[in-house]
DNA sequence: GTGATGCGTAACTCATGTGTTACGCATTAG
DNA sequence: CTAATGCGTAACACATGAGTTACGCATCAC
């Protein structure tokens, strides 16, 4: 029943680049200049970026030299997951009440943003 | 590639209030005011939030007289779950990286947060 | 040792977000 | 018609967030 410490991770990933930056570490562990080098923010505002990711757990650090190798830790990723489930059952119905529509010969288009 | 529109609804997800908006009508339509009563904030400041999560896609509204009924979509959050697909893998690595572990005898603690 | 490099933090500014109260408008009750 | 109800919006106050520049502190190169 803890739902609400669960997706605290959500916070962190609200941000475009915090979760450019989980993207990056997906392909492996980088350094903080490595990332930083990536957008066109000032190295300070990925180091808090990272700060915010690193507090969330999303990401952990291992220093080596003076360089920091920063690493994607999914554990909150997965548990967003685990809080995603209740969920599917409803995008899950709707697919079938889709499908009954369907099978009644109703014209089922299927919903596309304009933007 | 359009990850960043797929997952918008991370904004909208951030906030707890909102969270537990969407736990609510996880259970089924719900008018804005029997909403507003489950929560400490002023009602206008839940009418701000439904806002968000209608602005997001992630709840819809259907006017009945003067009531407003309110209903999830999942639609928002099934793209959030293909959204955190490519991550999946990760976690399933790190499991097998445990189980590896355990094989070798070694101690494997599962992690649990304290708080 | 001395200077350059890698990276975090501090202090500050500006934009955004969340809360409040006051109000307006449509709908239902009498 | 008149009063009450349900709910959204406007205007404002205050907290939070994300960006910047200036700085400090290790570490590596020489």
Redesign the pocket.
């Known amino acids: 029943m803890c739902y609400a410490l669960a997706v605290e991770a959500l ?1 962190a990933l ?2 475009p ?2 979760r450019e930056l989980i993207g990056l570490l997906a392909g492996g562990e980088r ?4 990332l ?1 080098a990536r957008f ?13 990711l690193r507090e969330s757990g999303l990401v952990s ?1 291992r ?8 690493a994607l830790d999914p554990e909150p990723l997965r548990r967003l997951d685990e809080w995603l489930e209740p969920y599917r059952d409803l995008w899950a119905q709707r697919l079938d009440a889709l499908e009954t529509e369907i099978a009644r010969g109703r014209r089922a288009r299927t919903r596309r943003e304009p933007t």
Chains 1, 2 share one sequence.
């Not at 350094?31 to 490595?34: K, R, S």
């Not at 066109?40 to 915010?52: E, F, K, Q, Y």
């Not at 220093?63 to 920063?70: L, M």
């Open positions: 916070q609200a941000d680049t915090r350094t903080a200049g490595e930083a066109p923010v000032s190295r300070p505002a990925i180091s808090r970026h990272l700060r915010v650090v220093a080596d030299g003076r360089e920091r190798h920063y």
